[in-house]
T-cell receptor, first 114, second 115 residues
Framework: AQSVTQLDSQVPVFEEAPVELRCNYSSSVSVYLFWYVQYPNQGLQLLLKYLSGSTLVKGINGFEAEFNKSQTSFHLRKPSVHISDTAEYFCAVSLIQGAQKLVFGQGTRLTINP | EAGVAQSPRYKIIEKRQSVAFWCNPISGHATLYWYQQILGQGPKLLIQFQNNGVVDDSQLPKDRFSAERLKGVDSTLKIQPAKLEDSAVYLC?????????????FGPGTRLLVL
């Protein structure tokens, strides 16, 4: 079975500072990797996904993530955050074979301070 | 393009009562998912439909939860009878197909409080 660990439950940063949200996964077979964002009182929205190819994936709103197979990690980064980035961020995996079945981490709450 | 619609947005019930949630996916999306998101946790898949057939309901507590998607479009999720531990946000999502590479689009969720 697959599992996802998001190492930080909360990350406070100042506006315009860089941020990294950490995600590690466990799986005995190959997986696809996803980052979703959840703004207050809203559903989840896809930020980016890694399917194959370049290990550096660029997403919406200036976010990017790097897939590291040897470390089984998929950390999310942004060089300069804005107040509007305040949200909950979820890392997820899905097996490559068969129907998509997302397994989510517990989430990281990103708080941007002015 | 309209997103995934869910209703109601909020529901408060007493334990042992029943409750139903409704979801209308994005037009043309064949695959529909129901998730349970308990406070402080990530969403957990309850059931997945492909058109009007069930693909995966392995994590659905079938003694109290049921779901249907009779015409392959909108869907309802029911809890009967509710327990305190069912307090959560119930999210509906849809995708064009069930392929592993697909993007799931989520609705705003229904927040359920069981007293």
């Amino acid at each position: 079975a697959q599992s996802v660990t998001q190492l930080d439950s909360q990350v406070p940063v100042f506006e315009e500072a860089p941020v990294e949200l950490r995600c590690n996964y466990s799986s005995s077979v190959s997986v696809y990797l996803f980052w979703y964002v959840q703004y207050p009182n809203q559903g989840l929205q896809l930020l980016l996904k890694y399917l194959s190819g370049s290990t550096l994936v660029k997403g919406i709103n200036g976010f990017e993530a790097e897939f590291n197979k040897s470390q089984t990690s998929f950390h999310l980064r942004k060089p300069s955050v804005h107040i509007s980035d305040t949200a909950e961020y979820f890392c997820a995996v899905s097996l490559i074979q068969g129907a998509q079945k997302l397994v989510f981490g517990q989430g990281t709450r990103l708080t941007i301070n002015p | 393009e309209a997103g995934v619609a869910q209703s109601p947005r909020y529901k408060i019930i007493e334990k042992r009562q029943s409750v139903a949630f409704w979801c209308n996916p994005i037009s043309g999306h064949a695959t529909l998912y129901w998730y349970q998101q308990i406070l402080g946790q990530g969403p957990k898949l309850l059931i997945q439909f492909q058109n009007n057939g069930v693909v995966d309901d392995s994590q659905l507590p079938k003694d109290r939860f049921s779901a249907e998607r009779l015409k392959g479009v909108d869907s309802t999720l029911k809890i009967q009878p509710a327990k305190l531990e069912d307090s959560a946000v119930y999210l509906c999502a849809s995708s064009l197909s069930q392929g592993a590479r697909e993007t799931q689009y989520f609705g705003p969720g229904t927040r359920l409080l069981v007293l």
